[in-house]
């Protein structure tokens, strides 16, 4: 069921997860289009959330969001404009510490290249914000020894989060703590949550598939082809797992394995890495009330889901 609209006001709005960030001078969406995007998700009981790029938007934009009041994700050069908003960070090009205030969420983005800063980054990010998203980037080239890698600086960031615990600190970052408040999957759920509408009024799963093709538009309706396979019952290694925390991006999966809903090795294997290091947390924070209460993770004997899948299960020792 649909409760999402993303309003992407700039083809070069900076992108908040796994896909790539738009180039060059992007389409900026007209205040008719705007307006339209308002009534469509207005009609179906949509919320709305609009991604910014830095381009200055007409003044009849600005009014009619003021209106609107709705959730917005900028550029980190756009974060003291939009003291509300969530900003979008990318480690090694903006500093995280330069953030005014501190935001209820900030989404940071760590290109391959930094994947030796990660607990550097999330240490100075979590002084700026009471939840972080963190987005590892080009994980369809990691390798053994990227995989190796970032194992141990989850460990590093598990002793930053597990200090913060001990201090009273209410801290989240998505890819260790929403394990421990999960009990079912939450996964991006593109195409079945959320759409994505461009400045030309048509609609897109996510802003990932700008270039791939439109399953509607704000005024012909939404026409989403083999909409099945978007939706997690029909994902056969994602159906049995537990890695609830997994964002099971379809733009990874159809860029990586072709299909919809089957994921690349490494977006198991990172998602499975965040998961026994969450498993490792809790046990470290048990004497903890909070944490006390928390059902154990169950420990594994695999790391990739989908080696399990011709054994008939998904099986815990």
Not at 65 to 74: E, K, L, M, R
Not at 164 to 176: H, V
Not at 210 to 224: E, P
Not at 292 to 312: C, E, T
């Amino acid at each position: 069921m649909l409760t999402h609209l993303l309003v992407l006001l700039d083809t070069a709005a900076p992108s908040f997860c796994y896909y790539p960030s738009g180039r060059g001078p992007g389409q900026t969406m007209s205040p008719a289009v705007l307006a339209t995007a308002v009534a469509f998700a207005r009609r179906r009981s949509l919320a709305l959330v609009l991604l910014y790029g830095e381009t200055p938007l007409p003044a009849a934009c600005r009014d009619i969001i003021a209106a609107a009041g709705p959730a917005a994700i900028v550029p980190a050069a756009l974060a003291g404009r939009h003291p509300d908003a969530v900003p979008v960070l990318v480690a090694g090009q903006d500093d995280p510490g330069a953030i005014p205030g501190v935001r209820p969420q900030l989404i940071v983005r760590l290109p391959r290249e930094r994947l030796a800063d990660l607990a550097a980054v999330v240490g100075v990010a979590l002084e700026r914000t009471t939840r972080l998203n963190l987005y590892p980037l080009d994980i369809d080239r990691y390798t053994d020894g990227d995989l190796a890698l970032y194992r141990r600086q989850l460990g590093l960031v598990a002793g930053l989060l597990a200090a913060r615990y001990r201090q009273g600190a209410l801290t989240e970052l998505s890819i260790l703590s929403d394990r421990l408040l999960l009990s079912r999957m939450n996964n991006c759920d593109a195409g079945t949550v959320h759409l994505t509408v461009a400045p030309d009024g048509r609609l897109h799963l996510c802003p990932g598939f700008l270039h791939a093709g439109a399953v509607g538009s704000l005024t012909g309706g939404i026409a989403v082809a083999n909409a099945r396979l978007l939706a997690l019952e029909n994902a056969p290694v994602c159906a049995r797992c537990d890695a609830w925390h997994c964002k099971r991006c379809i733009y990874l999966n159809r860029k990586t394995t072709l299909e919809w809903n089957t994921p690349s090795r490494q977006q198991c294997l990172l998602a499975h890495h965040e998961r026994e290091t969450t498993r490792l947390l809790r046990q470290r924070l048990a004497d903890l009330p909070a944490f006390a209460r928390q059902a154990p993770i169950p420990a594994l004997d695999y790391l990739d889901p989908f080696s399990q899948i011709s054994d008939g299960g998904l099986g815990h020792e």
